[in-house]
């Protein structure tokens, strides 16, 4: 948690809103322009890389954004901003956990 925490907020942006008062925290909240994510532990026997999410923000501009990210951080450096077939204009990551993050907004 710890890991994650640290990549949300100085690669992303993040901010810690809430956490728990476990140490690590097990659960936390943070925030980045009005959009909040959560963040859990599991330490579950049979939590595996199948049950990992996909998140999706619609942004205004996803080339300043990931600019922005560049600027920030190290993790974006071999992003790009691409059209996809689907209609959208986005770049995508995955966090320290294997969740997949989108950045898009429609064409």
Excluded: C, K
Aim: negative net charge; without cysteine; charged residues 30%.
């Amino acid at each position: 948690m710890a890991r994650s925490l640290a990549w949300y907020r100085y690669e992303l942006g993040f901010e810690v809103v809430f956490a728990d008062a476990d140490s690590p925290p097990s659960y936390a909240g943070l925030e980045r322009d009005g959009v909040q994510v959560h963040l859990q532990a599991h330490h579950e026997e049979g939590w595996s890389e199948s049950r990992r999410v996909q998140y999706r923000f619609l942004v205004d501009d996803p080339d300043e954004l990931l600019n922005h990210f560049r600027q920030h951080g190290d993790a974006f450096a071999t992003r790009s901003v691409a059209d996809t077939a689907w209609g959208t204009r986005e770049f995508g990551i995955y966090d320290p956990d294997g969740n997949a993050l989108f950045f898009y907004r429609d064409r």
